[in-house]
């Protein structure tokens, strides 16, 4: 278990840890936090590859070039174009770190008997649940069925481990959700020593997304997640319009951080504590000369032209959409030579930093304007496009600086839907979800092969982008769990 060592407040940015063997450690309820916090800081080796098996795999990003030798831009090609092998390493390690921290999570619950206060205990349980059920979520949605792990495993035992199937990994994600509701286990919002640790809102927010991900609309478990979203909103102040958010451009500011629109977000903390946000370094435009950011920058995540256009095409010259500027950026002053320089990159989590991979930004999971589209997205499926849908979209297109749309303009369901659906893309675009809702929506392979069709890849090379095919939506069980069980089912096409 990776433990804490400093002990002083709570916040989530603020701990470096060490390697400490867990049953020797808990002996009270201080040591159970520390698991706790543990957990909490798994979630960054969990960041570190999900915008490859999300972003770069949807239409919002790519490759920056292609005819390149070096092993991470096979590794990139390989998640952008669905020609992933099982021996990928990024895919790998996702599903590693994956494990390690619902190891840590499965620890907090194995040694609550140490915590005698009520409240604790109760707050405990419902952390590491919540993160337990985000993360098999996250596992269950990129490979289906997985290893369904809740108790201290042997070696022996793991070795001869099978997949479990997708109806017990869900069945698992809603019980521990609905446990941590039910109980009341968690605050409304945390105190400010304890900001970025989970809240109700954000229990409620992500069973109202299983709900919608896994079941068919109308069905009794779809429908509860109207409720729950509702509930998410009217904690977050009940918003009816743009003027009621935070600013788009404030949202992801490092001076505004756990601001009242991050409804969860895993944190970071700059200063070489070995804490900070890597995406600067991971994202940043290559050889910039320190022009945007210091160091050399990776440029990974490359955004698409088709995402490009989707933004000029959701405003004007006059009332362009604001939030373009917020998530990428096309170019950049060079102080030394006193020009431009044309480069596009993902913006949305760079600042300036001392170190490599040491940025002070955190990286939201679950925010108010997500959960605003998903409530007007399930208000059309159950009820067509009412009043008080239309409400909640334009809300985010007014904070996005762009029209607002009438009932002539969205008069069908069918047309709302599709406006909901592009209205996700942008307000969340670079924020690892795009795979995901197009996953939900079963449109993950019509929506990348239309866009494989049209990105323009890599003039100048004989590049071939083949479409992809229904197989290709889940990832391959890495081999390296394949090689310890050779009994363990791989995903079909691999």
């Given amino acids: 278990m990776i433990l804490t060592l400093a002990l002083g407040a709570c916040n989530l940015d603020q701990y470096p840890y060490s390697e400490t063997a867990a049953d020797e450690y808990v002996k009270d309820a201080s040591a159970v936090n520390d698991l706790v916090i543990g957990t909490y800081n798994g979630l960054h080796d969990v960041m570190y590859y999900e915008w490859a098996l999300t972003e770069l795999r949807s239409d919002n990003t790519r490759m920056r ?3 390149s030798s070096a092993q991470d831009t096979k590794l990139i090609e390989q998640l952008d174009q669905g020609t992933i092998t099982t021996a990928h390493t990024w895919v790998e390690d996702y599903w590693n770190a994956c494990y390690a921290a619902i190891d840590r999570a499965n620890k907090v619950l194995m040694n609550l008997d140490v915590v005698d206060d009520p409240t604790l205990h109760a707050q405990y349980e419902g952390e590491a649940k ?14 289906g069925p997985v290893f369904l792990v809740t108790k201290k495993t042997g070696a022996d035992e793991a070795r001869y481990m099978q997949r479990s199937p997708v109806e017990d990994i869900y069945a698992l994600i809603e019980g521990d959700l609905n446990a941590i509701i039910d109980g009341g286990m968690l605050p409304e919002q945390s105190a400010s020593a304890d900001l970025g640790r989970a809240t109700m809102p954000a229990v409620k927010g992500l069973l109202a997304k299983v709900y919608m991900t896994r079941y068919e609309t109308g069905s ?4 509860k997640a109207g409720d729950l979203l509702r509930d998410v909103l009217a904690s977050a102040g009940n918003p009816q319009s743009g003027a009621d958010l935070v600013p788009y451009d404030q949202i992801f500011s490092i001076d505004n951080e756990m601001n009242k629109e991050i409804i969860f977000a895993v944190r970071y903390l700059s200063g070489n504590v070995g804490l900070g946000c890597p995406f600067g370094t991971l994202f940043g435009p290559l050889n910039n000369g320190n022009n945007v950011i210091l160091g050399s920058p990776k440029h990974y995540n490359y955004p698409s032209d088709d995402l490009v256009s989707a933004f000029n095409n959701n405003g004007t010259a006059e009332n362009p959409d604001k939030r373009k500027e917020v998530t990428l950026k096309e170019s950049y002053y060079n102080a030394t ?7 596009r990159w993902c913006d949305k989590f760079l600042s300036p930093i001392t170190t490599e991979y040491d940025g002070e930004n955190d990286w939201p999971v679950l925010r108010v304007g997500d959960v605003a ?7 059309n499926e159950t009820s067509g496009p009412t009043d008080e849908a239309m409400r909640y979209l334009n809300m985010i297109r007014e904070r996005a600086g762009v029209v607002a749309y009438t009932t002539a303009d969205l008069s069908s369901k069918y047309q709302f839907r599709e406006a909901v659906r ?15 809702d197009l996953m939900r929506w079963d449109i993950a392979v019509s929506t990348v092969n239309n866009y494989l069709s ?3 890849f890599y003039s100048g090379y004989n590049y071939v982008v083949n479409p992809i095919s229904e197989w290709q939506v889940l990832l391959p069980i890495p081999i390296s769990v394949i090689n310890i069980n050779s009994d363990v089912a791989q995903n079909p096409g691999y």
């Fill in 220 to 223: 009794e478990n779809y429908m």
């Fill in 373 to 379: 589209l998903l409530l007007a997205e399930w208000i």
């Fill in 454 to 456: 049209s990105e323009i």
């Fill in 65 to 67: 070039v292609s005819g």
């Fill in 422 to 436: 592009k209205e996700r893309r942008l307000e969340l675009a670079c924020e690892n979800q795009r795979w995901f």
């Fill in 337 to 343: 030579t006193d020009e431009m320089v044309e480069a």
């Fill in 130 to 143: 919540f993160l337990r059920a985000h993360l098999y979520f996250n596992l269950v949605r990129l490979w």
